[in-house]
């Protein structure tokens, strides 16, 4: 528009002569909104300072967002700790309740036991005539292996830990060659090992995994063993031991725990 106006100046200056006053009074009103509109983007364009401004405030918001990217990432890396304390806790949970499982298994069976036992004299007295009265104390039959087992059992749940050992062993003596026979020996271990017995402990669980290669107690008795070696102080078998859960039982929960001390140790299984 300042060119169009220059141009008809330069018409007027050429051609003077034939201008008219109102070729000029037009003239002069484009000038005039020309100039009015030179001022209006002169005051909506930027100032040096407002520039200056914006960048300051640009910069400023940048730091901001970085240092709460920064705030996110510390959160981030609270949580997923806390995750991993939450799921070792978990996992701790559950194995306890797989022993609170097996010790109600163990009690429902030592019940029907004692129920068993409890329908002996009934049953003899129902009878008629002498021959069914119910004989003298030394005729009664022993205990069988799985009421001689849960005695020694329920010793070991209520803390009666040297008597459940004896009981136990009279089991390995009496019935060597059992279902139970596993399990007896590695409840020998944990008894010890409530006790404070760790080098005995170890030689019972190792009793297991020499006697009873696949029993399903070789998991736990390796990690028990793990644990008393590092009762005792003794570093490198318990890593040893706790890996070996870990190779040859990756899914169990035992295996979970074993991870979960090797953390605590600050060892990369």
Known sequence: MALVALASVGLLAAGCASVTPEDVDSIQAQLSDIQNQIDQ????APSKDEVQSLESQVAGEMQSLLRSEADMQVRLQELRTQIEQLRAQLEDTNYRLSQVSQQIAATNQ???AFRALQRRPRESSSGNGPEDSPGPLSD??????????????????????????????EYLRNFPQTDLSDNATYWIGESYYRQGMFQRAIGQFEAVLEGYPRSDKVPSALLKKGYAHLELGQRNPAVGELRRVIRDFPNSDEANLARERLRDLG???
């Open 41 to 44: 983007f002169q005051q909506q």
């Open 110 to 112: 030592e019940l029907q």
């Open 140 to 169: 009664v039959q022993p205990l069988d292996p799985e009421s001689l087992y849960q005695s020694a059992y329920q010793d070991y749940t209520q803390g009666n830990f040297a008597l459940a050992i004896q009981g136990f062993r």
């Open 267 to 269: 060892v990369d299984r």
